[in-house]
């Protein structure tokens, strides 16, 4: 882009840094449109890329205090939304997989690769690692819930504790099985999380 474009450009990433939604707002109109027709080149879905940029808006906005030292906004824009490209294909291919396992899982005859069964092993092997590590209340009400099938009023009745208790309790559970699933690599993070709302 020529001289001036750039210049603004410069000042509006200027400005939101110091947290001017005006300039925010000019900037999102200005290259959402550019940025989702890369994007879609890319991913060959349009649905995918405007999420892809719509989720480059929202991290541009929580590291906004970043922009300031950025030298081409042009340039910087088009590379971020390429590098969430990536990264998305990326996890597409993680999910073509996780899906044929969920496939073995639900009809273990229509496969028999011997690395899937390994992988289903594994991933059983370090969800029983989280959840041993789990303080005593929240194992208990994760077990009863994906174990027994209970509702969270059925085990806060057979607890004696109150269903929004429950819930805590689910959701701390569920936030410690991801986090030490993600220290171990993103596929089987990945796969926790088809296994777990399947």
């Given at each position: ?21 005006d300039a925010f707002t000019i900037l999102f109109r200005q290259y959402f449109e550019p940025l989702k027709w890369n994007a879609a080149k890319l991913l060959k879905s349009d649905f ?75 991933i059983e092997k370090l969800i029983r690692e989280a959840v041993d590590q789990l303080p005593a209340q929240q194992k208990l009400v994760f077990e009863l819930q994906r174990n027994k ?50």
């Amino acid at each position: 882009m020529d001289g001036p474009v750039l210049h603004s450009e410069l000042e509006l990433f200027r400005r939101i840094s110091e947290g001017d939604t005006d300039a925010f707002t000019i900037l999102f109109r200005q290259y959402f449109e550019p940025l989702k027709w890369n994007a879609a080149k890319l991913l060959k879905s349009d649905f995918w890329a405007e999420e892809v940029v719509q989720d480059v808006f929202t991290q541009l906005w929580s590291g906004r205090e970043r922009l300031a030292e950025v030298q081409s906004p042009d340039a910087y824009l088009f590379r971020i939304t390429a590098n969430r490209c990536f990264d998305r294909i990326r996890r597409q291919a993680l999910e073509v997989k996780i899906q044929y396992l969920i496939t073995h899982v639900i009809r273990p005859e229509a496969t028999s690769n011997q690395q899937n069964s390994y992988d289903l092993n594994v991933i059983e092997k370090l969800i029983r690692e989280a959840v041993d590590q789990l303080p005593a209340q929240q194992k208990l009400v994760f077990e009863l819930q994906r174990n027994k099938e209970l509702s969270y009023q059925e085990i806060a009745d057979q607890l004696r504790i109150s269903r929004n208790t429950v819930r805590n309790h689910m959701v701390k559970a569920l936030q410690a099985i991801r986090t030490h699933l993600a220290s171990k690599g993103e596929f089987f993070l990945l796969l926790f999380s088809v296994w777990y709302h399947f």
